[in-house]
């Protein structure tokens, strides 16, 4: 159905005037908290995308998946991740994989926004974190991108790739292995310049063309690195906690990393205003999951006695500041609560009516409607989301469901039915009064009705309830 939706508007395109056709800009962070925007209340300094926010709209039921791979999987197929082969995380280049939902690498059979774009006339530039396939097959230019910069692997120290262990972290420049300098290099601001190279050239070269930028920062994600300048602007913001064993400067670090990326994203959108392009211009600023509180102390990787942001050093920043990032909301990256899966999508196009710094608490939107949208845009058709952000409609009754290492979820209007990892019952939220899923439902029928939806849906799919990630990794051995 989604192919044939494709078609329907490549078929249409030949009387859509290319000026009117919007660029699209795409800015995906890295397991920034639900409320980590200083507009959200949070001291935490982002005033590049605070300006986008107060000039364009906010979605506040801005669904992904519970992790990156899945959710770098939907936005760039439209389908959900077990469809697209990425019910979880790539396995390392070379390791023993079955085709499916869980083969660690995007689907063959699927076309990709970039793919589209690129047929519909785009150009398609991606600089930052790819995190959707490790062998050279699957790396961006063979899925529709035809300049690429970026990490192909997961999470990274911030100033070199350290070696060793079976996720050996690959950079690469288009199709050739790149290594970073040994001094100077710091990866957030690389993948803003690249991306600002990439947008110069274009523009400088075929300003009539559209282009589409997609700029993955691993930003915030850990280990919790900046430069101590960047740190030391954020003295004495934060109260530490004793009672969570929580450091102030552990925070700050991370508040770091966010101003830093913010000030990339501010440098993309000043280029684009400078240059007379960001009036037509679609930019969608978003995370791909929620703030994470994985403890990764037994990596090895932090050197005794290092200060935190440095290069010897690799920490997280913790379950209490993770929930400091996600309030008010429950849960963290990799369970289905709302903390997980729930984001705030910031848009800004004027030509597309997409301004005016309006907050849309209603609407209900996942990652899956950002490529259609996406498309639309660009061939001149319709997409509900597109509808949502002019304000010409809301989407308020949606289905979503979701399934990750062992968590479930399912919601379908104002209900969100719940299940953790374990032997443990389903759990009923009415999302519309209690986003903050504190307050459990008492309505045996309507979870067993939502249970079953449940299971057809995974049947459907092929996600697996009880998803065990250490089998998974035991292809390695």
Request: glycine share 8%; hydrophobic share 40%.
């Amino acid at each position: 159905m989604r192919l044939l939706l494709i078609a329907l508007l490549l078929a249409g395109c030949s009387s859509f005037e290319e000026p009117a056709r919007p660029n699209i800009v795409i800015v995906l962070l890295d397991d920034l908290g639900y409320s980590d925007y200083s507009a959200s209340g949070s001291k935490i300094r982002t005033p590049a995308i605070d300006d986008l926010a107060a000039n364009g709209v906010s979605i506040d039921q801005f669904y992904v998946m519970p992790r990156c791979s899945p959710t770098r999987a939907a936005l760039l197929t439209g389908e959900d991740p077990h469809v697209a082969g990425l019910g979880f995380l790539p396995l390392p280049a070379g390791a023993e994989v079955s085709e499916g939902p869980y083969q660690g690498y995007l689907n063959t059979d699927l076309e990709t926004l970039p793919e589209t774009l690129h047929r519909l006339g785009y150009a398609t530039y991606m600089s930052g974190k790819w995190h959707l396939g490790e062998a050279p097959e699957h790396w961006p230019r063979r899925r529709g991108f035809e300049r690429y910069f970026g990490l192909i692997s997961g999470a990274s120290s911030y100033y070199e790739l350290l070696e060793g262990g079976p996720f050996k972290r690959t950079m690469v420049e288009n199709d050739t292995p790149w290594q970073p300098p040994s001094e100077g290099f710091y990866m957030t601001d690389a993948f803003t310049d690249r991306a600002l190279a990439y947008l110069s050239d274009h523009l400088n070269t075929q300003p009539e063309k559209p282009f589409f930028l997609y700029l993955a920062y691993t930003a915030p994600h850990w280990p919790l690195h900046a430069p101590e300048a960047e740190i030391a602007s954020y003295d004495d913001t934060f109260e530490a906690s004793a009672a969570a064993n929580a450091d102030a400067d552990l925070m700050a670090t991370y508040a770091a990393q966010v101003t830093i990326a913010d000030r990339g994203i501010g440098r993309v959108l000043d280029l684009l205003r400078q240059r007379g392009a960001l009036e037509n211009s679609l930019v969608l600023v978003f995370s791909d999951n929620g703030a994470s509180a994985e403890d990764i102390s037994n990596r090895g990787l932090h050197r005794a006695g290092a200060s935190v942001g440095t290069r010897d050093s690799y920490l997280s920043y913790g379950e209490h500041w993770a929930t400091v990032s996600n309030a008010p909301l429950r849960g963290h990256k990799g369970s289905t609560l709302e903390g997980g899966v729930r984001t705030p999508l910031i848009a800004h196009w004027p030509k597309g009516a997409v301004t005016g710094g309006r907050v849309d608490h209603r609407s209900v939107v996942s990652v899956q409607d950002i490529m259609p949208a996406a498309i639309a845009a660009a061939s001149g058709g319709d997409a509900s989301l597109l509808d949502v952000l002019n304000g010409s409609a809301e989407t308020p009754d949606r289905t979503l469901f979701w399934a990750h290492t062992g968590w479930r979820a399912l919601r379908d209007g104002d209900w969100k039915a719940v299940k953790a990892p374990g032997d443990v019952p389903w759990q009923l939220y009415k999302i519309s009064s209690d986003p903050e899923e504190s307050r459990p439902v008492e309505d045996p029928a309507r979870i067993q009705a939502m249970a079953d939806r449940w299971q057809e849906w995974s049947e459907s799919v092929g996600a697996e309830a009880d998803f065990d990630p250490r089998q998974y990794y035991r292809k390695l051995r």
